[in-house]
Structures are given as structure tokens and as C-alpha cells.
């Protein structure tokens, strides 16, 4: 019996150790991965034909990041959705900073959701 139980340990180190060096190989991992970037579109300017909403778009991490893509979403007073929208800032930000667009929204516009759709790291 006590056989048998040191059988199954060497078979699960020995296991163990092989799935780390595979997912290592593959560039594949089991820790969790944090989202880095941050986006705000809060300071919404009613002007009479249109709205326009700053959306500013910050980097918390060390690594750098190319082509980021937002999704706008504006809603009324109601809370009913007036548009959805994406843009996209092309160049790259660098660690630690921020960039920010001016986007153009219907005229109701009361508040603003934003969403980060895409990002690619650059290592």
C-alpha cells in the first residue's frame, strides 16, 4: 500500500513539473492577468446641435500599449441608449501616462459609458 501511495506522488510531482515546462514552452500561463489601462468619459459639454465627451484613456502599467480601442455608449436622461461608438487611439502609450480624444455624441447625451474593447501590449 505504502507503495502504491508513493507511486501516485512521484506520478503527480512528476506531472506537475511537466505541465509547468509545457505552458512555459508555450508561452501559455496560469497566473491571472490584470487589466492595465484605464478609460474615463464622465465630463460630458451639452452644446445645442451636438454633445461632446472627453474620453481620456491611462496607462497604470509598466508595459507599453498600441492600437487601444474604446466603446462609447451615450444615454439620455431616461437611461435609454442614444448611440454606441468606437475609437480607436493608434499611437502608442507609453507606461505610466494617458492620452485623451474629444468624441462628438447626439444632442441628449447625459452621461457616457466607456469600455476598453482591444489593446496590444508591447513587450
Known amino acids: 500500500m505504502k507503495a502504491l501511495i508513493r507511486l501516485v506522488l512521484i506520478v503527480l510531482v512528476i506531472g506537475g513539473?511537466?505541465?509547468y515546462f509545457f505552458s512555459q514552452y508555450n508561452n501559455?500561463?496560469?497566473k491571472t492577468q490584470t487589466i492595465d489601462l484605464a478609460?474615463?468619459?464622465s465630463d460630458v459639454d451639452n452644446v445645442l446641435v451636438t454633445s461632446t465627451v472627453n474620453v481620456v484613456?491611462?496607462?497604470l502599467s509598466s508595459r507599453s500599449h498600441d492600437d487601444?480601442?474604446?466603446k462609447i455608449e451615450a444615454f439620455d436622461e431616461s437611461g435609454n441608449q442614444l448611440k454606441e461608438k468606437f475609437t480607436t487611439?493608434?499611437?502608442t502609450l507609453l507606461p505610466n501616462s494617458s492620452f485623451d480624444k474629444p468624441v462628438t455624441l447626439p444632442a441628449g447625451t447625459k452621461r457616457c459609458d466607456c469600455k476598453i474593447v482591444s489593446s496590444h501590449p508591447v513587450e
Do not use: E, L, Y
Open 57 to 59: 484613456v491611462k496607462n
Open 28 to 30: 501559455t500561463s496560469f
Open 68 to 70: 487601444i480601442s474604446v
Open 89 to 91: 487611439f493608434s499611437r
Open 39 to 41: 478609460v474615463d468619459c
Open 17 to 19: 513539473i511537466a505541465i
